[in-house]
């Protein structure tokens, strides 16, 4: 079993950066490929950002390409996502995901966590 835990949403105008973090416990992170998501009020959650197991190789969704970075220190057992020039279309609930598995883009993830709010004023 893993558990999940997000932390550093907030309020951000636009242009500002936030950066989010998901810390695991039970597990070795390592081993999993972790992602995010997020999901805006009446929208399907969507993929943002993916990082495979072992291999690290990194996935974005192209709306946000060039602006967010996944990564993962395997020491503190967190994964990170560093969201730089940010926009009102990217406030949303993010959620921090692992999957046993090397896919990156499904939905199909073995655990998530709570959420965090991001708010991007104009």
């Known amino acids: 079993q893993v558990q999940l835990v997000e932390s550093g949403g907030g309020l951000v105008q636009t242009g500002g950066s936030l950066r989010l973090s998901c810390t695991a416990s039970?597990?070795?992170?390592?081993?999993?490929?972790m992602s995010w998501f997020r999901q805006a009020p009446g929208k399907e959650r969507e993929f943002v950002a993916g990082?495979?197991?072992?291999?690290?190789?990194?996935y974005y969704s192209d709306s946000v390409k060039g602006r967010f970075t996944i990564s993962r220190d395997n020491a503190k057992n967190t994964v990170y996502l560093q969201m730089n020039n940010l926009k009102p279309e990217d406030t949303a609930v993010y959620y921090c995901a692992a999957r046993i598995g090397s896919r990156v883009m499904t939905t199909d993830y073995d655990y998530w966590g709570q959420g965090t709010q991001v708010t991007v004023g104009s």
């Open positions: 039970g597990r070795t992170l390592s081993t999993y490929t």
């Open positions: 990082i495979v197991r072992l291999l690290y190789n990194t």
